[in-house]
């Protein structure tokens, strides 16, 4: 499986930006597709996450409520919808599959194809 994450850029604070990430290779239903980040200095950190097909998104609370994980199947596409952006955001942010079966998966070593990273600047 191959990622290519993109749609990150600068923002002010309260401001939305959407992230994509395009999947290539074999994806199969039971994987899971999740969004990670990763400030200066910092470990990274999950921020939600949705099985390839049905089952239900969850997010870090962090984020929740103002981040919206979402995919689009025939394009073999995962969304990032973040809206209400704060300077805490600010990360590089990376997508990432699990293949390995788990059940929600929210732990980095609980992924095992990852794409490179997109960064977001939020300014106050």
């Known amino acids: 499986v191959q990622l290519q994450a993109s749609g990150g850029g600068l923002v002010q604070a309260g401001g939305s930006l959407r992230l994509s990430c395009a999947a290539s290779g074999r994806t199969y239903s039971s994987y899971t597709m999740g969004w990670f980040r990763q400030a200066p200095g910092k470990e990274r950190d999950f921020v939600a996450a949705?099985?390839?097909?049905?089952?239900?998104?969850y997010y870090a609370d962090s984020v929740k409520g103002r981040f919206t994980i979402s995919r689009d199947n025939s394009k073999n596409t995962v969304y990032l919808q973040m809206n209400s952006l704060k300077p805490e955001d600010t990360a590089d942010y990376y997508c990432?599959?699990?293949?390995?079966?788990?059940?929600?998966?929210?732990?980095?070593?609980?992924?095992?194809?990852w794409g490179q990273g997109t960064l977001v600047t939020v300014s106050s």
């Open positions: 990432a599959v699990s293949d390995h079966g788990i059940s929600l998966p929210y732990r980095d070593y609980e992924y095992n194809y």
């Open positions: 949705i099985r390839w097909t049905a089952g239900t998104p």
